[in-house]
């Protein structure tokens, strides 16, 4: 079936440590796929999507790129800041039962400290 | 400012009691969707609807209902018939097909059952 797996959490870096969290996914078809964040309390917002293979999301110096034959959609930033602590979610859609479906990761927490 | 505002923030439920959480969205997308989140869990499909007066059940719909008599609303009824409605509830929306239109989500609603 269709899945996504990301690393278990938490993580927990110091501030402008680097940044990995890994994100494989199994899907019949083209996926697009893409990482939301998710800060205490609040609802998902975009951080970054990919379309098609060897395209690069960034945004926030966050930065995804779809390799389509590995699978993977590993998240990295070369910096992070403590405002960075929240959930991360990677996630893909495609079309299923004639729907765009959203089908999620798990989550891994992000924990960064001064 | 487009967007999707859910309402009410923080909804506490009796026993037996049916409770509606809204939905509304001014982004003109045609397709929206319910979710629900459980602490440290990601996020399970509850029902999704593609255009007015159409909606489906999605992996988890046992115990709710939905209604899509306007475009740009989506309420979701958390019914007595579900034993553990406790969560966190998003409400998301988007253009529809293809796969790489992004799915934006609202803040959420908390609901609590005391």
């Known amino acids: 079936g269709n899945s996504v797996t990301q690393m278990e959490g938490p993580v927990t870096l110091s501030e402008e440590a680097f940044l990995t969290i890994n994100c494989t996914y199994t899907?019949?078809?083209?996926?697009?796929l893409f990482w939301y964040v998710q800060y205490p309390g609040e609802g998902l917002q975009l951080l970054l999507k990919?379309?098609?293979?060897?395209d690069k999301g960034s945004n926030k110096g966050f930065e995804a790129t779809y390799r389509k034959e590995t699978t993977s959609f590993h998240l990295e930033k070369g910096s992070v800041q403590v405002s960075d602590s929240a959930v991360y979610f990677c996630?893909?859609?495609?079309?299923?039962?004639?729907?765009?479906?959203?089908?999620f990761g798990a989550g891994t927490r992000l924990a960064v400290h001064p | 400012d487009g967007g999707i505002t859910q309402s009410p923030k923080y909804l506490f439920r009796k026993e037996g009691q049916n409770v509606t959480l809204s939905c509304e969205q001014n982004?003109?997308?045609?397709?929206m969707y319910w979710y629900r989140q459980d602490p440290g869990q990601g996020l399970r499909l509850i029902y999704y609807?593609?255009?007015?007066?159409?909606?489906q059940k999605g992996d988890i719909a046992e115990g709710y209902s939905v209604s899509r008599e306007k475009k740009e609303s989506f309420p979701l009824t958390v019914t007595s018939a579900q034993k553990n409605p406790t969560a966190f509830y998003l409400c998301?929306?988007?253009?529809?097909?293809?796969?790489?239109?992004?799915?934006?989500f609202g803040e959420g609603s908390w609901l609590t059952v005391v």
């Open positions: 998301a929306s988007s253009i529809g097909q293809p796969t790489g239109n992004t799915i934006y």
């Open positions: 899907a019949t078809g083209y996926p697009s």
């Open positions: 990919a379309t098609k293979a060897d």
């Open positions: 996630a893909l859609t495609l079309i299923s039962g004639g729907y765009n479906k959203l089908i």
């Open positions: 982004l003109n997308h045609d397709a």
């Open positions: 609807s593609q255009i007015v007066n159409d909606f």
